[in-house]
């Protein structure tokens, strides 16, 4: 599993660090960025996973969202993939900004000509840990994820999918309910096929219904003025529904005037951070 | 002085716009970003002006840096031009990325063809305080500048050539000797000629030699790993003695293991915006 890193940043006393590999579940070459805070020079820190939303890299969230100075002083290696595997050459990959390239929804896809190279499930939750424990100071048993919209999605159903695995979930804007929005049904169904409960899989609101699993304790923030909230993609409204009846804790702030942006990002970061911190280091 | 919104986000409480205008003193259009503090909801905010590097543009420190929340809690309007005209077709503008477009280098040019547009030390020390005063709820007698590398050369020589014009003034990993760094001798031959005595007036050690100003209080902060300033493109020490020389109290902290991204200037943001609101403020 060798890395090969292609970019290394002091910020706040730690480490911003991006590495390229060549992946297998997703058959390509494939870069993550990786933060090593200060407390990572002398021990095992915990690990927080951040799961972009449509059209990121593993840039997005490094340069525009202002974790650093709260993972610094948290002590966290916070972990940012890629959002799809790119350049595989598949008819299409690069048609749309919500579907193939940069849209790989945390699916394993089982349609062709997808299902080859679109395992970002299995990437985020086997593949990543897999390399990261192998290779950086972190603590396996000590492991959270957070993400935005669609990233929202994939931390969401990541953490609804494996009870335990993480010790906390929260998320930004995320896509609650994909299987009844326009983005998720796009994508569903090119990758999935049209039987629809394949589709549930890896449809939070539904797999809070039969969520079996441990106290999860999760945080979201979704700004008022967000346009995909007004144009029905998001769909918070099911989950914390969903949530309520199961008697899952939810803690969901609607932010009056903020948007979609990573300037709403930026602005609550901070807060997320220190949620997964009170869990990662009890 | 019509003002064209580009954009306008939520961020700490207050809101970080983009404008467009016709510029006069650059003839053509040109864009600014603005970040207005709740405080500017009741009441006018001191203005503290941000100049960029090298093939920046408005949105590099706006979406970078992370000085949103000290802005937002120290009460201030920042304001961030574009490093240069855009678009005046003139021939070679684009041709090389440290001269022409995004290498404005925060000087009035003198010589053809660049004398038309490439003002750009009228446009930030004129032209834009004036559109600010008239459009923003800012107070005109408090004003202090900053910036980064060729931006950085451009905030000290902005307030070294205006004795009182601005509160205080800081930089990160500034161009202090442009006459005799690579970087200054070509912008400088191209938009200034060859008469050498043009060039000193736009540079900031030898600006400080005969600076007959009031207190001027100077904070730089340099990354020890800054590739720039290990070729000589940056030469602070130059600017130090001559600060010495005179007694300008100037703060100079070299950082250990940082370099010239914004990685780095995010780690001292807050500082800076702290050093700049302790006067502003007052």
Chains 1, 2 share one sequence.
């Not at 993550?32 to 915990?46: D, R």
């Not at 840990?129 to 396996?140: R, T, Y």
Request: one cysteine or more.
């Amino acid at each position: 599993m060798a890395l090969k890193q292609i970019s290394s940043n002091k910020c706040f006393g730690g480490l911003q660090k991006v590495f390229e590999h060549d992946s297998v579940e997703l058959n390509c070459k494939m870069k993550f960025a990786v933060y090593l805070p200060p407390k990572a020079e002398t021990g095992k820190c915990p690990a927080l996973y951040w799961l972009s939303g449509l059209t990121c890299t593993e840039q997005n969230f490094i340069s525009k969202s202002g974790y650093h100075q709260s993972a610094s002083e948290h002590g966290l290696v916070v972990i940012a993939p890629d959002t799809s595997p790119r350049g595989c050459n598949i008819k299409g990959e690069d048609e749309s900004w919500d579907f193939g390239t940069g849209a790989g929804f945390y699916v394993d896809a089982t349609e062709d000509p997808w299902k080859t190279n679109y395992r970002m499930y299995s990437y985020v939750t086997e593949e990543l840990p897999q390399l990261i424990n192998a290779n950086f100071p972190v603590d396996p048993q000590r492991m959270s994820i957070f993400g935005h919209s669609m990233g929202g999605h994939g931390a969401l159903i990541c953490a609804l999918k494996n009870p335990g695995k993480y010790k906390s979930v929260s998320a930004f804007a995320p896509i609650c309910n994909p299987v009844l929005c326009p983005w998720g049904k796009k994508a569903f169904s090119g990758y999935l096929g049209t039987d629809q409960s394949k589709w549930k899989a890896y449809d939070a609101t539904h797999l809070v219904k039969s969520y079996p699993g441990s106290q999860l304790d999760i945080l979201i923030d979704q700004g008022k003025d967000d346009q995909f909230l007004l144009d029905g993609q998001l769909l918070p409204d099911n989950f914390i529904a969903a949530c309520t009846e199961k008697k899952i804790p939810v803690v969901f702030r609607l932010q009056e005037g903020y948007d979609h942006s990573y300037y709403f990002i930026a602005t609550f970061i901070t807060d997320h951070i220190r949620h997964h911190a009170k869990y990662l280091n009890a």
